[in-house]
């Protein structure tokens, strides 16, 4: 059985992106990899293709990249590849279509694994004019806002709250609760935080959705953010407190006799 962990398999199985994720951290390399040089130069011309004919081959580049950072690699090496991997999204003489993002999703997919550094470039490219906010690229911003979360990088927690709270695209909303899952190791003022700032958004939405009646567009909104958003802050909820509800009001009342005492 082939057991080589692929790029593609990370973007489009998240149990094999947690295994990734999971695997150890490997002794870094001494010195440069020639070879990682040689794939960035090649990635570069990838990303530059004006007719986008080798955005398949750059993705397996990606690939190759993230496994040699994750096989270990020195501190200029590694952020080489973050360097490449941020200018997959930002170079290119016009952007890609948005019915062919495989690049970007890739490198958005990969620089999840980059740490703090990771976090800062992927926040910066969801900032990006480039990656507007209509419908056409939501599922690219919503990659890099998961990609951040993977990151661990606390200090994205706010960036992340705030995202989950006052974006007005509900999948926006529920990617960036999802993403913030990904703290459950966090200390518990940082679990806490995450968990009360949910449930504040949670339980307006939940307020607006109760005066559902004839032409209530509001109470209609809010209910179907509530679809769209539920299952993966449920999820992220049951993550950072290791309990295991699936009502609002099961978990205001848990915080409210929790949230001043330590938490497992």
């Not at 004006?50 to 270990?72: M, P, S």
């Not at 941020?86 to 490198?107: Q, S």
Request: glycine share 6%; hydrophobic share 40%.
């Amino acid at each position: 059985m082939n057991s080589r962990i692929t790029l593609s398999s990370v973007a489009l199985f998240p149990f094999v992106a947690m295994l990734l994720g999971a695997l150890p951290a490997q002794v870094p390399a001494k010195g440069p990899d020639k070879e990682i040089a040689e794939k960035i130069a090649v990635l570069r011309a990838c990303v530059q293709d004006k007719k986008f004919a080798r955005d398949e081959e750059g993705r397996a580049i990606i690939d190759a990249l993230l496994q040699k950072l994750n096989a270990g690699v020195d501190d200029k090496d590694k952020a080489a590849i973050t360097g490449a991997l941020e200018d997959v999204l930002n170079l290119g003489v016009k952007v890609r279509p948005h019915d062919n993002k495989v690049l970007y999703m890739a490198a958005a997919a990969a620089l999840g694994y980059c740490g703090p550094e990771g976090s800062k470039k992927l926040k910066t490219a969801y900032g990006n004019k480039r990656f507007p906010e209509k419908k056409e690229w939501v599922a690219l911003r919503e990659q890099f806002l998961k990609s951040i979360g993977k990151t661990k990088d606390e200090s994205m927690v706010r960036f992340l709250c705030n995202e989950a709270q006052n974006h007005p695209e509900s999948a926006i909303k529920a990617a960036a609760g999802e993403a913030l899952g990904n703290f459950e190791e966090s200390k518990d003022t940082v679990r806490k935080e995450i968990v009360s700032e949910l449930l504040i958004k949670w339980g307006d939405l939940e307020e607006k959705a109760s005066q559902m009646g004839s032409g209530n567009m509001e109470a209609q909104n809010a209910s179907d953010t509530l679809a769209a958003i539920s299952d993966k802050w449920n999820t992220t909820l049951a993550k950072l407190t290791k309990q295991n509800f699936r009502k609002f009001a099961d978990w205001q009342t848990w915080n409210q006799k929790n949230k001043n005492l330590p938490w497992q």
